[in-house]
């Protein structure tokens, strides 16, 4: 416990990291009739682990609005919506026809053991049923109607072609020669951020938040996201494979364009510093009731090997 009777960061990412993953293993209705191979073509790769860092935010989020910890349990369907969406995204971004990749978290792609067609199914499925996750916070926690309604239209659109999957087509694209720092920074900011930016908002919904705490974390989880992803793209070059639970140099190998391909490496580190206390200057602007974890979440992002 630290000097305020809070447990640390760690302690407190896998707390909530276990709580994320035993609400993921009763998502699915008992009563529900699915085929058995989709079932665990889904829950291979939604239950394989990974840093679970999304849910988190949103947990975090809400927990910062009103300053205490009572709003996780209405917040974790949010929680877990999120990170359906981001598992069925890596699910379609390993595929063949996107970045063939054989490995993730450490063992085989989704596709590897179940073949494409019920890879993409399973992604399918993980997309749909976020929508459904996110209405049991206002069906099953008391999370007022409006609310649980602005959380769904917030997730069509930063999952959306405006947002994450507007960055994947523009990713796809760009493998033709992208040219420009800028053109590299949408991508980033759609791929990644929007996710990041969700789970702030969504979070911070599911605890009333005004709407200018709303526009602060906003920046908040822009500045975040993308040193988050520039952090990605320097671990590739230089990071630990065994960590990483995925070969580096694979964007090399692929010949896709990064942040230290067009600035460098320590030109890379200094805007990932930059884009943090840039983050942490917005969220100390929102005046949220308690934004500790959200700061050390922040500077976790920047310091992490993984």
Same mark, same amino acid.
């Given at each position: ?50 840093? @679970?860092?999304?849910? #988190?935010?949103?947990?975090?989020? !809400?927990? =910062?609005?009103?300053g ?5 349990? /209405? +917040? ?12 069925y ?51 099953r ?5 409006? @609310?649980?309604?602005? #959380?769904?239209?917030?997730?069509? !659109?930063? =999952? ?8 994947? /087509? +523009? ?18 900011l ?18 009333g938040?005004?709407?200018k ?19 990605d793209?320097?671990l590739?070059l ?15 190998k ?53």
């Amino acid at each position: 416990m630290n000097e305020l009777g809070m447990p640390g960061l760690q302690e407190y990412i896998r707390e909530r990291a276990s709580q994320v993953e035993a609400e993921l293993r009763r998502v699915m209705p008992d009563e529900w009739s699915v085929p058995a191979t989709l079932s665990e073509a889904m829950n291979y790769s939604l239950l394989a682990g990974g840093k @679970r860092l999304r849910p #988190i935010f949103v947990l975090a989020a !809400a927990e =910062a609005v009103e300053g205490a910890i009572d709003l996780v349990p /209405a +917040a974790l369907p949010v929680a877990c919506a999120i990170e359906m969406i981001h598992t069925y995204s890596l699910i379609h971004d390993d595929l063949p026809a996107m970045d063939d990749d054989d490995y993730r978290r450490g063992r085989l792609t989704n596709h590897k053991v179940y073949g494409e067609a019920m890879a993409i199914l399973a992604g399918d499925g993980l997309l749909t049923h976020a929508f459904y996750s996110v209405v049991q916070a206002a069906r099953r926690h008391g999370v007022p109607a409006d @609310r649980a309604l602005a #959380i769904v239209e917030e997730l069509s !659109a930063f =999952a959306g072609p405006k947002g994450m999957v507007g960055g994947q /087509a +523009a990713d796809m694209l760009g493998e033709q020669g992208l040219t420009k720092l800028e053109e590299l920074e949408y991508i980033h900011l759609r791929k990644t951020s929007d996710l990041i930016v969700f789970s702030l908002r969504a979070g911070a919904i599911v605890g009333g938040a005004s709407p200018k705490q709303l526009e602060e974390l906003e920046t908040f989880g822009r500045c975040i996201g993308l040193a988050f992803q520039i952090q990605d793209d320097v671990l590739d070059l230089i990071g630990d494979a065994a960590k990483l639970g995925k070969p580096v140099k694979s964007d090399e190998k692929q010949l896709k364009v990064t942040y230290p391909y067009f600035i460098g490496l320590d030109a890379s580190k200094r805007r990932i510093a930059e884009l943090t206390e840039q983050g942490k200057a917005a969220l100390e602007a929102a005046e949220l009731a308690n934004p500790l974890r959200l700061q050390q979440l922040a500077d976790f992002l920047v310091e992490r090997e993984f």
